[in-house]
Nanobody, 124 residues
Framework: QVQLVESGGGSVQAGGSLRVSCAASGYTGAFIAMGWFRQAPGKEREGVATIYMGDYTTYYADSVKGRFTISRDNAKNTVYLQMNSLEPEDTAKYYC?????????????????WGQGTQVTVSS
């Protein structure tokens, strides 16, 4: 049974930083990629960043490039999203996801495993 558990969300002022973490447990050996998605009220869930397990290739949404960094710690089976220069538009619930399929990294349907999400709120 795969489980993804996010932590590290919170409230911060614009320009501040937060790091969210995703701890994976269970059979994670088949994962091809792990990523972060976010969903703001009234909006669709969107891809933020993904990291591939094999070669550490990363992808980012244009809106977060240069501000967010995705990384992983294999020993801890954990993926991180470091968020700098946060903007009010980054306010959303952030979800960790994992996939054992190849495809467009930003597509919600590609990912079979999801965490419960952690709230990030950025005030102006």
């Amino acid at each position: 049974q795969v489980q993804l558990v996010e932590s590290g969300g919170g409230s911060v002022q614009a320009g501040g930083s937060l790091r969210v973490s995703c701890a994976a447990s269970g059979y994670t050996g088949a994962f091809i990629a792990m990523g972060w998605f976010r969903q703001a009220p009234g909006k669709e869930r969107e891809g933020v960043a993904t990291i591939y397990m094999g070669d550490y290739t990363t992808y980012y949404a244009d809106s977060v490039k240069g501000r967010f960094t995705i990384s992983r710690d294999n020993a801890k089976n954990t993926v991180y999203l470091q968020m700098n220069s946060l903007e009010p538009e980054d306010t959303a619930k952030y979800y960790c996801a994992a996939t054992n399929l190849y495809g467009r990294w930003y597509e919600v349907g590609l990912y079979s495993y999801w965490g419960q999400g952690t709230q990030v709120t950025v005030s102006s």
